[in-house]
């Protein structure tokens, strides 16, 4: 089956990015950032996140699965940073258009100054492009996150395109996020491979038709991935094997 892939969509966190470094770093730049703007200390704000995230996980769950996403991301950033707001002791901006872009802007700054990138991830990608693969991302995170994590890396270049869930405008959680970006980009499913550290969002690739392969330091007990990968830089070598 992966001797038919011609596009390689790529999630980000878990694949290309070590979720786990980039939440101290998110933590600390946003401190930096929040305080001269709003009040406070930026360790206060380094705390409010940590709290406010562990109590909104679940709102991500409820997300509408059939378009809607932007509309529900822009609740959310506002309730994140008034939420922070209220922990820290300052006023969040009063008019909701200001506080939205006030949230956003934040985020964006912070996202675009943090260093993750999973070792080998780099190289890997670029293997692929040498290979021929085209290269997309495949991701809950939006395109212009995806945009800037590609950058720091050095090979933003190298992908048609970055597929955030903002551009087509549906969460990441069922097929319909993969319906969605294979029609945007023109793929057929037969001709597509999704990367991705859920088993789950795997499962959903493959619901729409196209290939997947897992990575996870541990094969689940059952999964339907075409493979599973310790790491991204398994994946040129994988898919090597395939065209011989």
Not at 132 to 149: C, F, K, P
Request: some cysteine.
């Amino acid at each position: 089956m992966l001797s038919h892939v011609e596009a390689i969509f790529l999630d980000d966190g878990g694949t290309v990015s070590d979720n786990d470094r980039r939440a101290p770093q998110y933590r600390a730049i946003l401190g930096e950032y929040l305080a001269p703007r709003l009040g406070g200390q930026p360790s206060q704000w380094s705390d409010a996140n940590a709290a406010v995230i562990a109590g909104s996980m679940d709102a991500f769950e409820e997300f509408p699965l059939d378009g809607g996403y932007l509309a529900a991301r822009r609740i959310h950033i506002t309730s994140w940073l008034r939420d922070m707001c209220y922990l820290v002791g300052v006023d969040a901006p009063t008019d909701e258009d200001e506080c939205a872009d006030l949230a956003i802007a934040t985020h964006r700054y912070v996202w675009a100054r943090i260093e993750c990138e999973i070792s080998g991830a780099a190289d890997a990608i670029r293997q692929l492009n040498e290979m021929g693969y085209q290269l997309y991302m495949g991701s809950g995170t939006e395109s212009i996150d995806l945009d800037a994590t590609l950058r720091g890396m050095g090979v933003r270049e190298l992908f048609t395109e970055t597929y955030g869930t903002d551009l087509i405008d549906t969460w990441k959680g069922s097929r319909l996020y993969y319906d969605g970006v294979l029609a945007d980009a023109g793929i057929s499913p037969e001709n597509a491979l999704f990367i991705d550290d859920s088993n789950r969002c795997v499962s959903w690739a493959v619901e729409a038709g196209a290939a997947a392969a897992l990575i996870s330091a541990e094969r689940p007990e059952s999964t339907e991935a075409t493979g599973v990968l310790g790491s991204l830089a398994e994946l040129p070598e994988l898919l090597a094997t395939h065209r011989d």
